[in-house]
């Protein structure tokens, strides 16, 4: 398939992710991976290439150098899944959406025992309206300008009994 692929939007670089692709760049160079992600700035592509023992070769395809992508193969869950693994550091934990939304609501039921003020904002907890706190809602998912506040509330974080802490790696 032949396309002038910078001048594509984000949704169609996005159907190529996850299939295994040959890419001709400039001066005729091929390269041939799994489409991971597509750059939408600079219309980068991101190869991955599978090895043993759950290793794998990341390339980056520069956006201003590719003059074709060919598909050679649609991905399934497995691909993806390990493409994934690839950029998940060792040992991290992979939540469910359940544990996930399990671990949201124990925190803001224990913020607001504590009368902290606690807004929902999607996946995300806005607590008044200073600090936040992204899945999966550990210490280190808090964010604020303000250390103060940020020190206080990642010490209630710690302290919650429902929100079980991920082991340190």
Same mark, same amino acid.
């Given at each position: 398939?032949?396309?002038?692929?910078?001048?594509?939007?984000?949704?169609?670089?996005?159907?190529?992710?996850?299939?295994?692709?040959?890419?001709?760049?400039?001066?005729?160079?091929?390269?041939?991976?799994?489409?991971?992600?597509?750059?939408?700035?600079?219309?980068?592509?991101?190869?991955?290439?599978?090895?043993?023992?759950?290793?794998?070769?990341?390339?980056?395809?520069?956006?201003?150098?590719? *003059?074709?992508? *060919?598909?050679?193969?649609?991905?399934?869950?497995?691909?993806?899944?390990?493409?994934?693994?690839?950029?998940?550091?060792?040992?991290?934990?992979?939540?469910?959406?359940?544990?996930?939304?399990?671990?949201?609501?124990?925190?803001?039921?224990?913020?607001?025992?504590?009368?902290?003020?606690?807004?929902? *904002?999607?996946?995300?907890?806005?607590?008044?309206?200073?600090?936040?706190?992204?899945?999966?809602?550990?210490?280190?998912?808090?964010? /604020?300008?303000?250390?103060?506040?940020?020190?206080?509330?990642?010490?209630?974080?710690? /302290?919650?009994?429902?929100?079980?802490?991920?082991?340190?790696?």
């Amino acid at each position: 398939m032949s396309t002038k692929w910078r001048q594509l939007k984000p949704l169609e670089w996005g159907a190529y992710v996850n299939k295994e692709v040959k890419v001709t760049a400039h001066e005729k160079q091929q390269h041939q991976g799994w489409v991971f992600t597509v750059d939408p700035v600079s219309a980068s592509i991101v190869l991955v290439n599978m090895l043993e023992k759950g290793t794998a070769v990341v390339k980056v395809v520069m956006g201003h150098a590719v *003059e074709e992508v *060919e598909v050679l193969q649609e991905g399934n869950e497995a691909i993806s899944e390990r493409m994934r693994a690839v950029f998940t550091p060792h040992g991290a934990q992979t939540l469910c959406v359940d544990e996930l939304k399990r671990r949201k609501d124990s925190l803001r039921v224990w913020l607001e025992k504590n009368r902290i003020p606690v807004e929902e *904002e999607g996946e995300t907890l806005k607590v008044a309206n200073v600090l936040t706190v992204s899945p999966p809602y550990g210490v280190e998912n808090c964010s /604020s300008p303000n250390e103060i506040i940020l020190a206080r509330v990642q010490s209630l974080v710690e /302290s919650n009994p429902g929100g079980e802490q991920p082991a340190n790696v």
